[in-house]
């Protein structure tokens, strides 16, 4: 038997998973808002973003500062979905902002999306496949830390000028504002009830269990490797440009999920989707709760977001100038972000397990 | 005797300076073989280029008679080949344990990967590398966390893991102890037969030890080769060592 | 703006225009650059917080204007060694503690870049403001078919002139080879006794004071607002990264940048024209990551 931190313990850290997720469903039932409920429902998408974060970079070593690219993507995607399932192919087939645009017939691009299920294959297909082709790229010609992390920042402007541009496909700043809410299965999803909140966090939760489970796996311990030392475990005889690819576009499809998931709640999108200020962002929730931690990563946009809200419109300036101090001191001291803080507290409980 | 490492007028040319200058080189197969000779010879970048860390200038490598030369890191990795680093390169933040999971490496495709917990596989071999590198009581501990010593068995204990047929080790003992080194010989003498070393050494005791053939290297080239006895009474090498103690002094 | 205006046809004069146009954006984002280009050369440091030095310099430009009165020519210089300094306190508080981590100085600098766009916008508030440039440089130039504004002529004499600057402290100072050395080999030139923090500290400082005078020309050209910065770091980043960190690599690769940026701009508009530069930048960076000048290192 050995001294050891409770902290790394499987069983418990599964469930701590059990019991954030278990209060955090019962929640709706505590309360009568619908309102709210959309509220609160937005903190699912945070804690999607940040969860892929912390998954590419915490536990993968590739900081990304562009997942803000696939989770606009596939807003976009969602948004053209949802624009179509209100649109009426004999008497309303064109949207309005396209009519504005003097557009006369519906662009080639935007057939697909009268399909919703093709449209939702789209959503998540198209920013995957853009993560795959940017990967293979990027880790082919082996770059690595910053490199990788400006060229996704030049991606992300690149596209954010793009959906600002393309005005008569994309609407420009003023952005998509599908009328109607999200129907799938015969079942319309309204925005402000409970069931859009048990929906992103269903989501969420999915997510981040299928993501700690994968990374139980040999994938998940090869990926880590990979982060400590890619070139050991080239000698070892793994492939890291597409353990690397696959792992990036992983993250990819965490994000779209973030994205698809907004626009059923908010019924809209525009380029502030693919804004730098926010792909930076998801960066700071993660390093600031801990990014070698799932649920630190997730915890803290959580946490975040909700001091932000709660510190009220005027105080946005001041609330943002000790975000960022307390990002400097984070990333100056604090590698592991509160996790790390909290590991280093819980390693004080005794604890011993068998050797291994 | 089957040859299992070649290498055919191999050259590294920097512009006009040549790292290794036309060099040939065979290994055979179960040999235990000891590169030798003083910083700058060319030792390092024959390992790159044995295992594609660098790309050779002119000249083919050839493993278990395939023909490898310019081939990628984990392909040549895959065909047989391990290497120990010069500085220990361990997994940081990974466990000793997991440490030695990763080089359990028979299986590479990630997808694969995904569906598996990588627990029980090869925990047989893992156990006997466990007790040879004597780290069963480390398990636990992070790669990063280890002493000097401890990150060397580590290194060796993956790389054995890794069960290659030709294992390539850039200076093994350095840092070691008397105690350590007398170990390392111990389990190269055991390895070899079996598999096939390339050693690089500075240690001439452990070189004694160990040896089947030596290739001294100087300025790219091979200088002498051939058992100790011979290379160490070559006129040319104590040319070259002048006034020393001929090889036995080189440190 | 439809579909059908999106491209337009080519026409000698107003596509001779846009060449024009294009030096001077080449000379906005060189000198946008320059600064960033010393420090990313020198000590490899990933400054996020660039374009803050520029929006830090733009602020200097218009409070001393419009507090204190100060001819518009003048606030120029004085930007510079208001900024200098902030970026001296930076590196001795926080980018020294961080040279061996390079990504967390790329992390910490982005924080320092949000508290410093926070606070100006606490302090001044969120609205543009702006400046009154010289009346001589309002009007535009006009020969024939061209039309420059003369700020624009200004801006880009004045890049060049401080390209100039640079390069003479470069490689005519006894600082400037002290910051070549330290550049090629730090632990060799420790040996000869050059002190790396302390060359450090002042190059930092320089690099911070080029991003306040340029931040403190372009009031010239736009309004001021807080995050005006955030629209020339990408940029700025992608001039240094390509150039290879190398003086006369960001001259050649701003250059390059800007006039690829106008032609396309020209047979389309600014986003669609700065979408293409990006892409192919992001090409170019994958097949030759050490820049366009640096000795080719092919990776084995």
């Known amino acids: 038997m050995q001294r050891a931190n409770l902290y790394h313990d499987k069983r418990a850290q599964w469930g701590v998973y059990f019991v954030f997720f278990g209060v955090l469903a019962i929640i709706p039932l505590l309360m009568d808002d619908p309102f709210t409920m959309n509220q609160y429902a937005r903190y699912g998408v945070f804690g999607m973003l940040a969860l892929s974060v912390s998954l590419v970079w915490g536990f993968g070593g590739i900081l990304s500062l562009g997942q803000g690219i696939a989770f606009g993507m596939a807003a976009y995607g969602m948004g053209a979905t949802m624009q179509m399932q209100y649109q009426d192919p004999v008497n309303d087939p064109i949207p309005s902002f396209m009519l504005t645009n003097e557009l006369e017939a519906l662009p080639t691009v935007w057939e697909p999306f009268w399909d919703t299920h093709l449209g939702l294959i789209l959503a998540f297909g198209i920013p995957v496949l853009f993560f795959v082709v940017f990967g293979l790229l990027m880790f082919q010609a082996r770059l690595a830390g910053a490199f990788v992390a400006i060229m996704t920042l030049a991606m992300l402007g690149a596209w954010y000028n793009m959906a600002y541009d393309m005005q008569p496909f994309t609407a420009g700043f003023n952005g998509i504002s599908p009328p109607s809410a999200f129907e799938a299965f015969g079942v319309e999803v309204d925005p402000y009830s409970n069931m859009i909140y048990w929906v992103s966090l269903g989501v969420l939760a999915f997510l981040t269990i299928s993501i700690k489970a994968l990374l139980q796996t040999k994938f998940g311990t090869i990926v880590q490797a990979i982060r400590d030392d890619p070139e050991r475990a080239r000698y070892l005889g793994y492939n890291v440009a597409y353990y690397q690819t696959v792992l990036f576009a992983l993250g990819g499809l965490v994000a779209a999920f973030a994205g698809v998931v907004w626009v059923m709640i908010s019924q809209y999108v525009s380029p502030t989707s693919l804004d730098i200020f926010f792909s930076i962002t998801m960066v700071i929730w993660a390093a600031v709760g801990g990014r070698m931690s799932l649920f630190g990563a997730i915890f803290g946009a959580m946490f975040i977001k909700a001091a932000e809200s709660y510190v009220g419109d005027e105080f946005q300036a001041t609330w943002f100038v000790i975000l960022g101090v307390v990002f400097i001191v984070v990333v100056r001291f604090l590698p592991k972000g509160f996790a790390g803080l909290f590991e280093y507290a819980v390693g004080f409980v005794p604890y011993w397990r068998r050797n291994g | ?251 | ?300």
């Open chain 3, 1 to 300: 703006m439809s579909v059908h205006d999106f491209w337009t046809p080519f026409a000698l004069e107003p596509f001779i225009n846009a060449l024009l146009i294009g030096l001077s954006i080449a000379s906005i984002w060189l000198v946008a650059a320059l600064g960033l280009t010393i420090i990313y050369g020198t000590m490899g440091v990933i400054n996020m917080a660039h374009g803050e030095f520029i929006m830090l310099g733009a602020y200097s430009a218009w409070v001393m204007q419009y507090f204190i009165g100060i001819p518009w020519l003048l606030t120029l210089p004085l930007s510079f060694v208001i900024v200098a300094f902030f970026g001296w306190l930076v590196e001795r508080g926080l980018i020294r503690h961080l040279y061996d981590r390079p990504l967390d100085t790329l992390l910490a600098t982005w924080g320092v870049s949000l508290v410093l766009i926070q606070s100006i916008r606490l302090i001044f508030g969120g609205e543009p403001q702006y400046i009154d440039a010289p009346s001589w440089l309002k009007t535009v130039m006009v020969i024939d078919f061209i039309h420059i504004p003369w700020m624009r002529i200004f801006i880009f004499f004045l890049a060049i002139a401080l390209v100039a600057v640079t390069f003479a402290i470069l490689f005519k100072t006894n600082w400037g080879i002290q910051i070549r050395a330290v550049m090629q080999n730090k632990e060799m030139a420790a040996s000869f006794g050059i002190n790396s923090k302390k060359i450090y500290g002042l190059t930092f400082a320089y690099g911070a004071g080029l991003a306040g005078i340029s931040g403190a020309m372009f009031t010239g050209l736009k309004t001021i607002f807080p995050d005006m910065g955030l629209g020339y770091v990408v940029e700025a980043f992608l001039v240094v990264v390509t150039g290879g960190g190398d003086l006369l690599g960001s001259v050649a690769t701003a250059g390059i940048m800007g006039e690829m940026f106008s032609v396309f701009s020209y047979f389309t508009n600014d986003t669609f024209g700065r979408f293409v530069l990006f892409i192919l930048i992001v090409i170019f960076l994958r097949f030759r990551p050490q820049g366009i000048f640096s000795p080719s290192m092919a990776r084995r």
């Open chain 2, 1 to 251: 005797m089957a040859v299992i490492l070649e290498l055919d007028n191999v050259t590294k040319a920097y512009d006009q300076y040549k790292v290794v200058d036309d060099f040939s080189f065979a290994v055979n197969q179960g040999e235990l073989r000891c590169l030798l000779g003083p910083n700058g010879a060319g030792k390092t970048t024959t390992m790159d280029l044995i295992t594609g860390r660098q790309k050779a200038t002119s000249g083919t490598i050839k493993f278990d008679g395939r023909d490898i030369t310019g081939l990628r890191e984990d392909k040549i990795a895959k065909r047989g080949v391990g290497r120990k680093f010069q500085v220990p390169a361990v997994f940081k933040d990974l466990t000793v344990s997991d440490n030695l999971r990763v080089a359990f490496s028979r299986q590479t495709d990630p997808f694969v990967n995904m569906v598996r917990m990588g627990r029980k596989e090869g925990q047989d071999r893992l156990d006997e590398v466990l007790e040879l590198v004597g780290l069963q009581d480390r398990l636990g501990e992070l790669g990063g966390n280890l002493s000097h010593g401890e990150t060397q068995w580590l290194e060796i204990g993956m790389v054995l893991t890794q069960n290659p047929k030709l294992l390539l080790m850039d200076e093994p003992t350095a840092g070691m102890t008397e105690q350590e080194t007398q170990k390392t010989s111990e389990i190269f003498n055991r390895l070899k037969g079996e598999r096939s070393l390339v050693v690089v050494e500075h240690d001439m005791a452990f070189v004694r030890e160990i040896a089947d053939v030596i290739t001294l290297m100087h300025l790219g080239q091979t200088l002498a080769e051939g058992p100790m006895e011979e290379v160490e009474n070559d006129p040319r090498v104590k040319e070259v060592y002048l006034g020393s103690e001929g090889i036995t002094d080189a440190a």
